[in-house]
C-alpha cells in the first residue's frame, strides 16, 4: 500500500465529495473540481474524510493510490482556499501590466509580449514589478506561473527575468580581462 495513498483527507465545511462512474466531482464556494479516476482505485466519503482504497497490491495500484489520494487533497484545497504563485520582474525598464483581460510584457524584447489570461485563471499586476496568478486548479496555477516564468528565465549574470518569488537565482562571475597574466 502507498503510505501517501493511506492518509485521510479532511473534508472542510462547505465543500462536497462526490464519486462516481469512476469520477470525482468536488463542489466548494470557489468553484467545481473533476477527476477521473483509472485503474484499481475506489473512492469513499464517511464521517467528514474521503478514502481513497486501492483494490489490489499491485506496483502500478500502489503508484495510482498515493497520485489520485494527493490530486484529490489539492482538489478539496483547491475549492476552499484556492492556489496562487508569486512571480517577479526583474530588469531595468522591465515592467508587468494587465490590459483588460491581457498581461502585457515589457521584458527586454523589441516588442511588448502580450498573455492571454487562460479560463480558470485570475492574473493581477498588485505593483509594475510583480505578478500574481490565482485559481482553484493547483497544476493549471502552476503551469500558467511556469510559462509566464518561461518568457525570460532569469539570467545568472545580472539576475535579469521572471522569477517567482523568493527564488534565489545563482549569480556567475563575468569574464576576466587577462592582462597581466604570463
Not at 511556469?146 to 532569469?154: F, G, K, S
Request: glycine fraction near 12%; charge should be positive.
Amino acid at each position: 500500500m502507498s503510505r501517501i495513498g493511506k492518509l485521510t483527507i479532511a473534508i472542510p465545511a462547505g465543500v462536497t465529495v462526490e464519486f462516481k462512474d469512476s469520477v470525482v466531482t468536488v463542489k466548494g464556494a470557489k468553484g467545481t473540481l473533476t477527476q477521473k479516476i483509472t485503474g484499481a482505485i475506489d473512492v469513499t466519503t464517511e464521517n467528514g474524510h474521503v478514502h481513497v482504497i486501492a483494490k489490489d497490491d499491485t506496483q502500478q495500484t500502489n503508484a495510482l493510490h498515493g497520485l489520485y489520494r494527493a490530486l484529490i487533497a489539492n482538489m478539496v484545497k483547491g475549492v476552499s482556499e484556492g492556489y496562487s504563485k508569486g512571480l517577479e520582474v526583474k530588469g531595468v525598464g522591465w515592467r508587468a501590466a494587465m490590459q483588460g483581460n491581457k498581461l502585457v510584457l515589457n521584458v527586454g524584447f523589441s516588442h511588448p509580449v502580450e498573455v492571454v489570461q487562460p479560463e480558470g485563471i485570475k492574473i493581477e499586476c498588485p505593483s509594475q514589478t510583480e505578478i500574481t496568478v490565482s485559481g482553484i486548479d493547483k497544476v493549471l496555477v502552476g503551469q500558467v506561473a511556469a510559462d509566464l516564468r518561461a518568457i525570460r528565465v532569469p539570467e545568472p549574470y545580472h539576475g535579469y527575468g521572471i522569477r517567482y518569488k523568493g527564488e534565489h537565482v545563482e549569480h556567475k562571475e563575468g569574464k576576466t580581462s587577462g592582462k597581466g597574466k604570463k
